[in-house]
């Protein structure tokens, strides 16, 4: 009897089962070299192991083959004795730039990697395994070291994001908008500018607050986005043309989502319009990446995953909405649902 295969994976053999196994040394040295400091250390100039030994305060025991296994990802280059930084990498590695993924690269590592390593546990009880309790964004927040390196985190999340919503919604159709868990504005930012007509705003934990005022400060927007404060299961939702969702759904239950979902069209004006984007699952054949990050979630929140097309439009229908569009956008890993309030 033949067996046919239709699994549309890669076919794997044993030494490539075995590297699988072991891929999490690889995440640990990335990690490793953000949390000591190499990057910015680099960014100085080309230095010896014994220099890099000696500024960044390491034991040299490990030291060779840990700056060897650096280079070897790509990470660094090599030039004689002494190691250097590349331009292509420093600009995801070096902190300052709009594109830096330190901040996230630090929240997998003290965050993600720990509540990874309990996946045998949640599969077996379904439970979250961040130990971050029932309310994991004021846990957060009681830290403002972490706040910040998750408000930057977001920044990287959504960077790739607002260039393409502000394309993906037929903005010339309103007037304003709400980013609700907009995290410090960085999408509304990118709305304001390239939409000079839309009034922004971001609704926003309270705690989110000082983090927004200083960001908008940075990028020259002090009042073009407005700040409200609030919580968006307890207190109204602002009055705006358009309520924007962006990686907010998958955090929570279906129960939560139907009722964000609810209160937005209960607050919206007739012909405004509820915009979501998140990682959406396709609904045949789910991409890795967008079931690695769904599975991110569900482990980190009690009841968030993330969710197809066809059950986004299920949830905004059942709210009142009128399902206009999913666009996928080109870049990173999203898709944007838009659905108006007819009435
Ligand atoms: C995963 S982040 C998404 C941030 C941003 N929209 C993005 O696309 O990167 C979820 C955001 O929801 C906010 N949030 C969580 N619970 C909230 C609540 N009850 N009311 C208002 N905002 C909340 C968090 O502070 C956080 O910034």
Not at 78 to 91: H, I, S
Not at 117 to 122: I, M, V, W, Y
Request: net charge negative; aromatic share 8%; charged share 20%.
């Amino acid at each position: 009897m033949t067996i046919s295969d239709t699994s549309a994976g890669p076919s794997l053999d044993a030494p490539a089962i075995a590297r699988l196994s072991a891929s999490y040394a690889e995440a640990r040295i990335l990690h490793s070299a953000v949390e000591v400091g190499l990057f910015e250390l680099l960014a100085e100039g080309p230095l010896s192991q014994g220099e890099i030994c000696a500024r960044l305060e390491l034991h040299p025991r490990l030291v060779r083959d840990f700056l060897g296994a650096v280079a070897a990802l790509g990470l660094i280059g090599r030039e004689g004795a002494r190691y250097r930084l590349t331009p292509e990498v420093a600009q995801f590695l070096v902190p300052g730039g709009p594109l830096y993924l330190g901040a996230r690269i630090r929240t997998a590592a003290q965050r993600h990697y720990h509540t990874w390593g309990r996946l045998t546990e949640a599969l077996r009880d379904g439970e979250p395994k961040a130990g971050v309790g029932a309310d994991a964004f004021a846990t957060l927040y009681g830290n403002p070291e972490a706040t910040r390196n998750f408000l930057v985190h977001m920044d990287a999340n959504n960077g790739v994001v607002g260039p393409q919503l502000a394309e993906a919604v037929d903005w010339s159709a309103y007037s304003s908008f709400v980013d609700v868990g907009g995290a410090r504005g960085n999408v509304a930012a990118h709305l304001v500018r390239r939409h000079p007509h839309l009034t922004g705003g971001v609704f926003e934990l309270p705690a989110v607050q000082p983090f927004f005022e200083e960001y908008m400060a940075e990028l020259g927007l002090s009042g073009r986005v407005v700040f409200h404060p609030g919580d968006f299961f307890a207190d109204a939702l602002p009055q705006t043309d358009v309520l924007v969702f962006g990686h907010v759904l998958h955090d929570w239950s279906q129960d939560a989502r139907q009722e964000l979902l609810d209160r937005t069209h209960a607050v919206l004006p007739p012909g405004g319009a509820v915009v979501v984007y998140d990682q959406m699952l396709d609904e045949e054949a789910p991409d890795l990446r967008s079931l690695v990050g769904s599975l991110n979630v569900g482990l980190i929140t009690p009841g968030g995953s993330e969710y197809t097309v066809s059950e986004c439009r299920t949830w905004v229908e059942k709210s009142g909405f009128t399902f206009l569009s999913a666009t996928r956008l080109a870049r990173g890993n999203d898709t944007v649902v838009v659905a108006a309030k007819r009435d």
